[in-house]
Each structure stands twice: as structure tokens, then as C-alpha cells.
């Protein structure tokens, strides 16, 4: 069962769908203080647990640690962060009676999960206007999928979308993009799409292709296309302030853009230069921002990349006089503070405006809700141009509610070992918010890859249904081709095709059904008290565990089945060997070239031949992998169109 509470007057922000009357008097769990801002505590018993924040920090547990929901361009995501890129304010406390709760405000909000107080939770923000749910359960799970059905149906990207890409900063030319589809053509390694950064664009402006590196943009999609390759540009948040580009004149003629408190176009600088932000939140604004896909669509493009929406600010001219008249303190004027050190508030953001509904709202006050809205603008738009098509969508900042439009990828990680398991830790809990087609930089963004690191983060990528290889600007190359024994990796990432409908069938149930592709093992085993302790592998599907390898050097890990199952593993030479285990603690070798995985006892998976592409998958020919006697429901389409309830799309597979 689903309470709503409203608390004073709450923006809507439109995360959640329906009509729900407001329950009166206290919450059924915790209590609220309006004294100061809005606060909500509740005072959590020794063993609970407490799941969700999507995108957030640290473990799929989140007690002993506190997150603050205020999207933030943060490229450096270690351990103390408080805010990364989204604000996903979902959570369910898991202990004697589990709930959930929802807390449905577009501003910062911060979550002290035991942090101040090891038995208490406290969920507090400045403003006392939010509407707050409350989800009353039997198990997490159920709390969960209620949750998911209220927020509705998640976003299902076209299928070519679950095959593997490369991306990096600083590809430019055709002679570029060429290079990377040959170098992985010639050695066989899978590919799909190559994503294009913001290079691609005519001085960073959105819906430009740059005329001299692409002379005849859509035969370059085309040459692609005849490869089974997918271009997949980057759309930024800021369009650039220029006389004669028609998306600015544009926008400043209808009053698109974000304003100052004076009336005048807000100026923030970024890639571009002098930008303006388009008001996502004003409908007719969404409407025109949607509408610009369209350029890139007309040339053949079928899939894009929403970045800087959070919105990220390199400075204003406001900011930048201010830093001026306080210059750096002397040395020795540093001190130490005594209290703990907060994330500065960004003053640039309470020096814009959006215009909802005619009245000026200033940006702080719905912040969270930025990168959702141009997700929004986008998805709402493709729905116009291309009603009948997927269009491939994901962004960087977003809040529940996004999750109908897009998918995400959860920002600048690094090349490190740590970030390969934040990767794994973060997908439940994304799922658990509507987020699924999720996926992280493989490899890592920032610093240099190493080998093993990226095969390793690889064979986590082959379960993930964003499964994107990317790297910053002026980093050691990370396109699989350049490392020694190029096949260790067609292998890996030819595991993901092999898998590829099991992993597009269960992607299409979770979607379907509002479930969760990817579960803490305590959600499949409640009553297990060991599961429920396990932050390092997590349940797939119907009928997978997966326990990837993130230590350096390691040659395999332990493991712990809570009950048995057959462990397999994908062997270089093509072959799977196939080994049943008892439940309990088990420690398995996994060697660099392998991608390991568990099935359920009674289950089975179909899978496919290695292909190249999503298109060369032979989805009729399917070998059953795991018990026999077991069957597999299999659902497929054509990936492209949307007749997602047709039951033609079902089919029984048995292994004999
Ligand atoms: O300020 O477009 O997270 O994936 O490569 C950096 C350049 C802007 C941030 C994105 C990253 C992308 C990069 N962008």
C-alpha cells in the first residue's frame, strides 16, 4: 500500500504518476518536524538495512553513511562524496516490517543514514514543501515494485543499444571514427556503436555537425550503418551564445532560455563558450528542445548522450567577479575546521530562473530536476518524431521520473579498481529507482586503464545493459585493439553477445513487469541472514548470480551461493564449463580471458553464437545452458518498434 503525505505546497514534479489522496496525521513509520525546514526521522533497529538512492555512493547497504541528493558535476567519485550526479530519493528500510519511502522534492535533500547517529535515520532539506510516500509491504521487493508501478513503466531502448560501444573524448574525424571500427572489425571484437563526443559538433554547438570533418554527415552514417555500426552523439545542456546559430536566436525570441532575476538570458560558460540553458522545465520550451533532435535524426542517427545537464557551470560572469574581489587567502590563513566540512553550495544557481507556469521559480529550488526535464524534452520528443521507433537515450544528471524517458550512465568514474565495484553496488539500486538501462565508463573515465582492469571491468560489462568502454581526454587509449592479445577481448565481450537474448529477454520482463533486473542476493533469499551481508555479487534476471572479479592481480575470488547452483564460466576457446556447487562459501578461480557466472538451481538460459553485432545474433538457433528439464521463457522482438505486449514476442525454450 502506497500513503502519500503533502507537506505544504510541493512543486510537481511529475515522478510520479496517478492521483493519490493524502493520508492525514503522521506517517505509518517515523515522524515529521516542521520546526525548521522539513525533517523526518525514524529510528531504525540494530539489523536493518536500508537499500536504494540509485546513483548514489558507497555500498548497496547504505546505513553508516550520509548522501545529499543535489546533482553535481563530480568527476572524482571517492569515498567521501557526499553528492554525485542524481537525485534518486528512494529507499526502503529492510528489517522486522520493511517500508519505503519516497520523498518527492526537486531541491537538496540530505539522507543521514546512521551517520550522526548510528540508530537513526534523518532525512532533512530547507524547504517544508515536498509530498512524501510512504510504501507498506510483506518484503523489500514488494515495496519496491509498487514503488516502480507508481513512477511507471521504465524506458526501453532500441536493441542494437545491448551491444557493446566504444566511446572516448578527443575523437574528431571521419579518419578517427573509421579507425576505431576498423581496428575493431579487423580483429574481431564486437561492436556496435562508437559514440561521438562533443568534437563532432561545430564549436560545440548542440545540433551542429562539424562541415569540414564531415563533409556529408549522413553517407558517414550510412558507411557506418553498412558496418552494423551506430553513431551516437552528445547533446550538452548549454546552447552557445552566438548571433546567426538558429538555436539561440531561437530560443531568445520565445524566451527558451533560463533568465536572471532582472528578466535577461542567464549566461553560464561551458564547452561552448557563453551559453544559455534552455528552461526545461517550461513545457514550450521542452517541446522546441525536443523538436532539435530532429536534425540529427534526419541524417540517420538513432541513438544520443544528454551531458552537463546537472547543469554543470565552469563559471558566470557573476561567479567569476566574485572570485576576483576574494582572492586566496595567504598561507597560513588556512584552517582547520573543527566542524565537518560541507559541499559548498553553488551561488551560480540562485542566479537563474524557470518560468513554470508564468511565475519565476529560482533554480536551487528545483535543481534536481534539470537533467530529468532535458531527458524529458528529448524523450518527449522522440515520441513526436519517431512514434513508432526506439530512439537509444541516456543522460547524465536525473531524478526518478527520467527513467521513463532515458536511461543513465553514471558519470566520470576512474580507472581504478575500487570503481569497478561502486559500478557493481550502484545497478540495484538504480534499478530499484526505475533506472535500467544503466551502465558505467568501462575501463574508466579519468586516469590511465591498465589491461587487467579493463578486462576485468568487461566481464562486469557483459551483464550491463549500457555496455560503454570511455575515456577522458589525453588518457593512455583504452580501445580493446590497443592492448596485447586483442582475442582475450573478443572473447570477453563476445560472452555479451552469446548472452545477448537471455540478457534483452530478462532486460524486457524487468521493464515490462516493474521489476528489477539486477537484485541484492537478499531480495531472491530473505531469509538468509548471510545473503543479506553480501555487497559483491548480485542475482540477474530469473535465473543469474554474477560475480565478477575487482581485485588487482587476483585469480579469482570467494564467492557465496545461498544455495546451489551451477557455476559456470565462459572459457576462451568458446567452450562454458559447467560445475555445481553447494551452497555456502566457495572460492573460485577466474582467470583474466574468463567471464564468470551462476545458475539457479532447476534454470536455464538460452544462448546464442559469438557474433559481431546485435544484428548478426542468431536469436532462432539457441543453445540452453544449465539444468536439465528446465524451461526458459524467451521474449524477443524486432528491437526497433514498440508493440512491446504483443505475446508473439513469448516463447518456451526447454532443455533437454
Ligand atoms: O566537462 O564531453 O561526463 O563523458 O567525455 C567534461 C566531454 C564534459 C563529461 C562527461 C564525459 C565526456 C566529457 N564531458
Redesign the pocket.
Known amino acids: 500500500m502506497i500513503q502519500k503525505y503533502v507537506y505544504g505546497t510541493p512543486f510537481e514534479t511529475d515522478a510520479v504518476l496517478g492521483q493519490w489522496v493524502p493520508g492525514s496525521g503522521e506517517p505509518a513509520f517515523g515522524t515529521v518536524d516542521l520546526s525548521e525546514g522539513f525533517r523526518f526521522t525514524y529510528s531504525m533497529a540494530e539489523e536493518d538495512i536500508v537499500y536504494g538512492l540509485g546513483e548514489a555512493n558507497r555500498g548497496i547497504n547504505k546505513r553508516g553513511y550520509r548522501y545529499v541528493s543535489n546533482c553535481t ?1 563530480e ?1 572524482n567519485h571517492t569515498e567521501e562524496k557526499l553528492s554525485l550526479y542524481a537525485a534518486h530519493n528512494f529507499i526502503v528500510v529492510a528489517g522486522e516490517k520493511p517500508f519505503g519511502l519516497f520523498f518527492d522534492y526537486p531541491a537538496s535533500l540530505t539522507f543521514d543514514i546512521g551517520y550522526t547517529r548510528s540508530d537513526l535515520l534523518t532525512v532533512f532539506c530547507q524547504g517544508k514543501d515536498l509530498n512524501l510516500y510512504v510504501i507498506d509491504g510483506d518484503t523489500p521487493y514488494s515495496i519496491v515494485r509498487q514503488f516502480r508501478k507508481a513512477i511507471g513503466r521504465s524506458y526501453i531502448p532500441p536493441k542494437f543499444a545491448f551491444g557493446y560501444g566504444q ?1 572516448r ?1 578527443g575523437y574528431r574525424t571521419m579518419k578517427d571514427f573509421r579507425g576505431v571500427v576498423q581496428g575493431y572489425r579487423a580483429n574481431h571484437i564486437p561492436l556496435d556503436m562508437v559514440y561521438m ?2 568534437d563532432y559538433m561545430q564549436d560545440y554547438k548542440d545540433f551542429t555537425v562539424n562541415g569540414e570533418n564531415f563533409p556529408d554527415f549522413p553517407a558517414f552514417v550510412r558507411e557506418m550503418g553498412e558496418q552494423n555500426i551506430h553513431l551516437v552523439p ?1 547533446i ?1 545542456a548549454g546552447v552557445k551564445v552566438e548571433e546567426g546559430y538558429p538555436v539561440y536566436e531561437e530560443g531568445v525570441k520565445n524566451n527558451f532560455f533560463c533568465k536572471r532575476a532582472d528578466g535577461s538570458d542567464f549566461v553560464a560558460v561551458v ?1 561552448p563558450g557563453r551559453t544559455h540553458f534552455p528552461d526545461f522545465l517550461n513545457p514550450e520550451a521542452r517541446a522546441w528542445f525536443g523538436e532539435k533532435y530532429r536534425f540529427l535524426l534526419d541524417q540517420g542517427i538513432e541513438g544520443f548522450w544528454n ?2 545537464n546537472e547543469p ?1 557551470i565552469f563559471f558566470t560572469p557573476e561567479s567569476k567577479a566574485e572570485q576576483q574581489q576574494d582572492p586566496m587567502p595567504e598561507i597560513g590563513a588556512f584552517s582547520i575546521p573543527d566542524v565537518p566540512v560541507e559541499e559548498p553550495e553553488n551561488m551560480d544557481y540562485q542566479r537563474f530562473y524557470h518560468n513554470v507556469g508564468g511565475s519565476m521559480i529560482r533554480h536551487d529550488r528545483v535543481h534536481n530536476l534539470y537533467g530529468y526535464n532535458m531527458t524529458r524534452a528529448a524523450g518527449e520528443g522522440f515520441d513526436r518524431l519517431t512514434p513508432d521507433r526506439r530512439i537509444l537515450m541516456f543522460s ?1 544528471a536525473s531524478y526518478i521520473g527520467a527513467h521513463r524517458y532515458g536511461g543513465v ?1 553514471t ?2 568514474n576512474c580507472s581504478w579498481w575500487s570503481h569497478l565495484l561502486l559500478n557493481l553496488k550502484m545497478l540495484p539500486s538504480l534499478n530499484m529507482c526505475g533506472f535500467l538501462y544503466v551502465g558505467a ?1 568501462l575501463g574508466g ?1 579519468g586516469q590511465n586503464t591498465t589491461r587487467d582492469l579493463l578486462l576485468r571491468w568487461l566481464a562486469l560489462g557483459v551483464f550491463t545493459p549500457l555496455m560503454r568502454n ?1 575515456s ?2 589525453g588518457s593512455r587509449r583504452q580501445e580493446c585493439y590497443q592492448f596485447e592479445h586483442p582475442e582475450d577481448f573478443r572473447h570477453v565481450i563476445g560472452v555479451r553477445y552469446r548472452l545477448l537474448p537471455y540478457l534483452y529477454s530478462e532486460y524486457m520482463k524487468a521493464a515490462l513487469r516493474d521489476e528489477m533486473m539486477f537484485r541484492p542476493l537478499a531480495f531472491d533469499f530473505p531469509d538468509d541472514p548471510m545473503a543479506a551481508q553480501v555487497e559483491d555479487q548480485l542475482m540477474l534476471g530469473g535465473e543469474v548470480m554474477i560475480t565478477p572479479v575487482y581485485t588487482q592481480n587476483a585469480a579469482g575470488r570467494y564467492v557465496y551461493l545461498p544455495e546451489k547452483m551451477l557455476f559456470v564460466k565462459f572459457l576462451p576457446d568458446g567452450t562454458v564449463s559447467e560445475e555445481v556447487l553447494s551452497a555456502g562459501h566457495h572460492y573460485v578461480a577466474v582467470a583474466l580471458n574468463e567471464v564468470p557466472m551462476f545458475i539457479r538451481k532447476g534454470k536455464c538460459i538460452p544462448l546464442a553464437q559469438f557474433a559481431e553485432s546485435v544484428a548478426e545474433v542468431d536469436s532462432e538457433h539457441l543453445t540452453l545452458l544449465g539444468c536439465e528439464g528446465a524451461e526458459y521463457v524467451l521474449y524477443d522482438d524486432d528491437g526497433v518498434h514498440k508493440d512491446y505486449e504483443n505475446p508473439a514476442h513469448f516463447r518456451t525454450l526447454r532443455k533437454e
Do not use: C, E, T, V
Open positions: 558535476d568527476p566511446s573524448w563526443d562533443i552528445i550538452d564547452w551531458d552537463m554543470a547524465r550512465w558519470g566520470d565508463d573515465f570511455h577522458i581526454l
